[in-house]
């Protein structure tokens, strides 16, 4: 297994002001702490991947986006390629986040198609799974997890070029943070999933993110799961001393 992984999703948050003072702040801290801690990446909106990438200058951490069509160009308004990710020196970006697939009907063969896409481009995709709450009091927690990933990964893809967030719908947001048994259990499956799709070894390379309301007062409870490799990080990671102390952790 890799280095953990903090991963900061900014969602749509920010202007060109607050998005350098951001990144900035976190470059700072960053470049003050030094390699061999977690791995760090801030995915800003598309509009300030150049900015961005500017002010994190020659910080260690990485720059992703927040989503990426499946097509490397075409008529296709409004969207952003991987392609386009990559020339703004993104290394990551998400995929499947379930306010897209929410928001627009994004199923698990689109979500593969655009985790293909950012592998071409040479990306990272971090692929996103996760229930609703009407879908958990109905236990069909992990059947929902299981067919989002078996749906929504690349074949053949090697475990270093790839990550998979674990975000239970109904704790995006919310507040509500799942119960280190049910991310144990969640993460466990998934772990076996990856396994048995991909082999032990790349199964096993694979990074699995926890992803739900995760702040600097959970954070160590969370990170500390079985096969919990990082955090995808969302409101509080438009606040640089949060979500440094989550990395630091």
């Known amino acids: 297994m890799g280095r953990r992984l903090i991963a900061g999703n900014w969602k749509m948050n920010g202007l060109r002001g607050t998005g350098v003072a951001l990144a900035k702040d976190l470059a700072a801290r960053a470049q003050a702490a030094g390699e061999g801690g977690a791995e760090l990446l801030i995915c800003p909106p598309a ?5 961005v990438a500017e002010a994190l ?7 992703g986006g927040q989503d990426c069509h499946p097509a490397p160009s075409g008529a296709h308004t409004g969207d952003i390629s991987a392609e ?5 020196g993104c290394s990551y970006a998400i995929v499947g986040h379930s306010e897209r697939r929410g928001d627009h009907g994004e199923g698990d063969g689109v979500v593969k198609a655009k ?5 071409a ?11 609703t709450a009407d879908q958990r009091r109905a236990g069909q927690a992990l059947s929902v997890i299981e067919t989002q990933v078996l749906g929504s990964l690349p074949a ?19 507040g509500l943070t799942a119960e280190p048994a ?3 259990e969640a993460h466990g499956h998934i772990r076996g999933l990856l396994v048995g799709r991909l082999g032990t070894e790349a199964g096993g390379a694979v990074r699995v993110l926890y992803g739900g309301s995760v702040k600097p007062g959970n954070a160590a409870e969370l990170l ?4 919990v490799d990082g955090a995808l990080v969302g409101g509080a990671s438009l606040k640089a001393q949060d979500f440094w102390a989550i990395a630091a952790t």
Do not use: K, S
């Open 47 to 51: 509009q300030l991947l150049f900015t």
């Open 57 to 63: 200058g020659n910080a260690p951490i990485a720059l």
């Open 84 to 88: 386009m990710l990559a020339d703004a």
């Open 115 to 119: 985790a293909e896409a950012a592998l």
């Open 121 to 131: 481009a040479g990306l990272t995709p971090i692929v996103c799974v996760g229930e």
């Open 156 to 174: 053949d893809v090697p475990g270093a070029r790839l990550v998979v967030a674990y975000e239970p719908v109904w704790a995006i947001g919310t």
């Open 182 to 184: 049910d991310v144990e």
């Open 224 to 227: 500390a799961v079985p096969n």
